[in-house]
């Protein structure tokens, strides 16, 4: 019999147990069983062999510039016997590439800021080529100071233009590269004369400088110009307006003929406070909300940064529209506001709302309401400061018309109604005054005056029509009985 097995199994149970271990293996010596780590053996990698090296240059013969894109096409014939280049290869930005490729002739574009540089090149069958792609450029560092005092211009947007003719001949700017916004742009330009322009906010400098290849230069642009930080409120010391229209003249000085108004060098609706970078001067700064409108004139110095609060002296007042005697406003409200008896302002008219909301000049002030054919007034003052909320009385009435069939029961669904106001002339006579026409509605609902009134309701086959009285405050449904 085969015991092998047999003894085999027990073995690997008296290994497996610590107690078992100890009672048939006296002498046995624990080992300890944490894991030891085996590092991974280094991976020989051959170095990348390739048949073309390119570097790039700002200069023939100079050193090695970074930055540069590589990219590797071959030309093709295509059906029609044109060439069409494919691209084989892309590297950069850097300052080498190395690249594996099949021998023959190759066209090589470096790229680099806002220089472009094309050469072919013929790759051998073995060996090595090395080629330099001169860019024939130059590195610009530009800095923009707000003055002489070294305060950065921390938002500026640079810009680099070379001059040119135009389709007509005629002398004009080419913008090749821009950068920003920050206090400093770099940019790599061809050999060659430019003019660069900083921009921050409202100032601006131009400045002509040339590009010789293979240098690095850097130039200071002073803006000459301060920062102006404009907020405005209903009186002194009162929380910043949003919505503020904040426009700022040159010289100190608005023109308000129409016809030869001068233009703002700056405008911007403000969310509360607005800053505004600007060339040192003198200038007049306007606040406008709704019918409030101040001006205050400013002076601003190189690297300055002023503050200025404009108190509008004004209130804000918002108006609702109700018939006497109830609270419930109306819709369909058209609002106006104007000064002791003088013509309402074209820009004082709201709605059709349920309410209206002004910003106006401290003053005694005439706010009418029409609802329908009521009307309403108010007066009412307002003091620097002032959140006002009024509702203005509309002196009449609501009625609502339907046609109905003599039975009282079908509703007319397209009538046209017609009402006539009842009154004496001042000859004592009898007038009627038509003050609604409209249609084809199954009813309509009106606000009318208090007085005596006619109603006339038709359709394509039936026609009614009903004289009422309407009072002030008063609310009524008012049913025309149809008759062929």
């Known amino acids: 019999m085969n015991l092998r097995p047999f003894v085999r199994i027990v073995f690997l149970v ?10 048939f293996s006296p002498g046995f010596t624990a080992v300890d069983a944490s894991p030891t780590f085996v590092p991974r053996p280094a991976i020989e990698t051959a170095r990348r062999q390739g048949n073309l090296l390119l570097q790039s240059v700002l200069a023939e013969n100079g050193a090695s510039f970074p930055g540069t894109t590589f990219t590797v096409m071959r030309g093709e014939p295509d059906a029609y016997g044109k060439t069409r280049y494919t691209v084989m290869a892309i590297s950069g930005p850097q300052a080498h590439a190395v690249f594996q490729l099949s021998p023959g002739p190759y066209l090589i574009r470096a790229q680099n800021g806002a220089v472009a540089r094309e050469e072919t090149v013929d790759v051998p069958p073995s060996g090595l080529l090395r080629h330099q792609m001169v860019l024939d450029a130059g590195e610009l560092q530009l800095n923009s100071w707000m003055s002489g005092d070294r305060e950065p211009a ?75 930080e404009i907020s405005s409120s209903l009186a002194e ?10 426009s700022i003249y040159p010289h100190g000085t608005a023109k308000v003929d129409d016809q030869d108004r001068q233009r703002p060098v700056a405008e911007a609706e403000s969310p509360g406070r607005l800053a505004f970078i600007l060339p040192a001067g003198d200038y007049l700064v306007k ?49 106006e506001i104007h000064r002791g008896k003088g013509e309402p302002d074209w820009r004082s008219r709201r709605g059709p709302s349920h309410k209206a909301r002004y910003i106006l000049p401290a003053g005694r002030y005439q706010a009418s309401v029409e609802v329908g054919k009521g009307l309403g007034r108010l007066t009412v003052d307002i003091e620097p400061g002032d959140e006002l909320s009024e509702s203005i009385e509309v002196d009449g ?33 009898i007038q009627r005054r038509r003050v609604f026409n409209e249609g084809f509605y199954a009813d309509t609902d009106l606000i009318l005056p208090s007085g005596e009134y006619l109603a006339f309701a038709r359709d394509n086959t039936y026609r009614g029509e009903l004289r009422f009285r309407l009072e002030a405050g008063e609310t009524k449904d008012l049913t025309i009985v149809s008759a062929r």
């Open 14 to 23: 008296v290994l497996s147990s610590p107690a078992l271990a100890a009672d």
């Open 154 to 228: 921390e938002e500026t947007w640079f810009q680099v233009f070379h001059s040119d003719t135009d389709a007509y001949g005629k002398p004009s700017r080419v913008q090749i590269a821009g950068n920003g916004y920050a206090a400093q742009a770099r940019f790599v330009l061809p050999a060659g004369s430019y003019q660069v322009e900083a921009t921050y906010g409202n100032a601006s400098l131009t400045l002509p400088l040339s590009i010789t290849a293979g240098t690095s230069s850097q130039h200071d642009l002073l803006l000459d110009a301060g920062r102006l």
């Open 237 to 246: 010391d009162g929380e910043p307006l949003p919505g503020t229209l904040i």
């Open 287 to 335: 606040a406008r909300l709704d019918l409030a409108e101040v001006s205050i004139p400013v002076s601003v110095a190189a690297g300055e940064m002023l503050s200025r609060e404009i108190p509008l002296q004004a209130g804000e007042l918002k108006l609702s529209a109700s018939l006497t005697g109830h609270d419930e406003p109306l819709h369909n409200s058209w609002f």
């Open 397 to 429: 009435g609501r009625i609502n018309l339907r046609l109905v069939e003599a039975d009282g029961e079908r509703l007319h669904p397209h009538a046209q109604f017609s009402v006539y106001q009842v009154e004496k002339d001042g000859l004592g006579d």
